[in-house]
């Protein structure tokens, strides 16, 4: 701990769990006492440690936009970076993670949303997981570098299909999507088909063009 006063301004430097600063014009060097968990013979207690009373203070009277900090740093993703242009990238994220702290103060104001029977009041942590979890709901998944893989081939254009009675006379499945396509004026019914497939086609015009070409119609 070390303090740096001069003339109306008092400086000081204070480790907790990490080293905290602070400047004031209305503190001298008097101290004061803040209670922190303490490791004796293996057991965590409670004990009194000396503190400046310019940290306890403003731990006591910190204000909006301190404590805004402070939960935004808990959960922080941004990381430091050598390229500039991600400047922009940290300043949209920031402004974001407000947004998000901003919604989560309103929702522990709001007395529609307060919790019922002694139940625990949603923490911040469990609020940025279920933003998160909601933003990429249905969106996950691995994007594949490089050539896109090709579209997978239909199993009637590569398994071995044979023409065979499938009984009653129905309409021909090539000759109805060609009728339907405007490429033919008439369709015809027939017996023969694909038991594979459950179709009914024209022997043999329609039955091959159906199992050779990816558009038969």
């Not at 990490?18 to 490791?39: G, N």
């Not at 430091?80 to 919604?103: G, H, P």
């Not at 369709?187 to 070409?213: M, S, V």
Request: overall charge positive; hydrophobic content about 35%.
């Amino acid at each position: 701990m070390q303090f740096f006063p001069r003339k109306a301004i008092s400086g000081v430097l204070w480790k907790d769990k990490k080293i905290v600063s602070a400047i004031s014009t209305i503190h001298d060097h008097s101290m004061s006492e803040v209670q922190r968990l303490v490791q004796v013979d293996g057991q965590f207690n409670k004990a009194d440690i000396p503190c400046p009373k310019i940290i306890v203070d403003y731990t006591k009277y910190i204000g909006g936009v301190d404590r805004a900090d402070q939960y935004i740093q808990y959960y922080c993703f941004n990381h430091k970076t050598q390229k500039w242009y991600n400047m922009y990238k940290r300043v949209s994220f920031k402004f974001l993670e407000i947004l998000k702290y901003n919604a989560y103060r309103l929702f522990l104001l709001s007395p529609n949303h307060q919790t019922v029977a002694n139940s625990p009041v949603m923490t911040y942590l469990q609020l940025s997981r279920q933003i998160a979890s909601s933003l990429i709901d249905g969106y996950c998944g691995i994007s594949n570098k490089g050539r896109q893989a090709a579209a997978p081939v239909q199993s009637r254009l590569t398994e071995r299909h044979m023409p065979n009675i499938v009984g009653n006379k129905s309409w021909c499945h090539v000759c109805w999507a060609k009728v339907a396509a405007g490429r033919q004026e008439k369709r015809r019914q027939t017996i023969y088909g694909c038991n594979e497939c459950g179709k009914h086609f024209c022997l043999p015009e329609c039955f091959t063009a159906y199992h050779t070409k990816a558009k038969y119609c």
